[in-house]
T-cell receptor, first 108, second 116 residues
């Protein structure tokens, strides 16, 4: 059974701080990894994709992948109130498997 | 690029009626489209996967005779909820995956279905 796990509980961060989200996956053969952002009542929006070990930066977002340890993380620098959303980790093997999501609340 | 649209964005219908939801890839050809359902405060649940020109593959527990999926072209897939009941009220979201190497899925804006 392929699983994608995200640590539970909402994450509250003050505006301007770094939000750190982690995700682990069970299928060692997974090759493609994504982070989606979902605002309440809206559909998921792709914010990052990563395929190789290491870091990938896009604006204030940095995705980190460690295939040996089977985890992928997302850092949000200089967090803004508009970053308040649920962040979904997704892993592809044959199809896209989602974690349950992490709610991020940025406090002004 | 990679824009996916859905129509309608919301629909309210009476119990027993059928509702059709369209999903279109606007600027790329989608060889595979996916249909998800999401209940309030819950995670996305994959309902089915459809490949252009072939029958959809349904996830365990999803009634294929109730949720009819058609993927007749590389830019359009439809989901028809037949004989809808209040328990079918949910947020239905499609996503599309293009041709070539990319396995990235792009999501449509979703359709909120309310069955009275």
């Amino acid at each position: 059974q392929k699983e994608v796990e995200q640590n539970s509980g909402p994450l509250s961060v003050p505006e301007g701080a770094i939000a750190s989200l982690n995700c682990t996956y069970s299928d060692r053969g997974s090759q493609s990894f994504f982070w989606y952002r979902q605002y309440s009542g809206k559909s998921p929006e792709l914010i990052m994709s990563i395929y190789s070990n290491g870091d990938k930066e896009d604006g204030r977002f940095t995705a980190q992948l460690n295939k040996a340890s089977q985890y992928v993380s997302l850092l949000i620098r200089d967090s803004q109130p508009s970053d308040s959303a649920t962040y979904l980790c997704a892993v592809v093997d044959n199809r896209l498997a989602f974690g349950k999501g992490n709610q991020v609340v940025v406090i002004p | 690029g990679a824009v996916v649209s859905q129509h309608p964005s919301w629909v309210i219908c009476k119990s027993g009626t059928s509702v059709k939801i369209e999903c279109r890839s606007l600027d790329f050809q989608a060889t595979t489209m996916f249909w998800y359902r999401q209940f309030p405060k819950q995670s996305l649940m994959l309902m089915a996967t459809s490949n252009e020109g072939s029958k959809a593959t349904y996830e365990q527990g999803v009634e294929k005779d109730k949720f009819l999926i058609n993927h007749a072209s590389l830019t359009l897939s439809t989901l028809t909820v037949t004989s809808a009941h209040p328990e079918d009220s949910s947020f239905y979201i499609c996503s599309a995956r293009g041709q070539g190497r990319t396995d990235t899925q792009y999501f449509g804006p979703g359709t909120r279905l309310t069955v009275l």
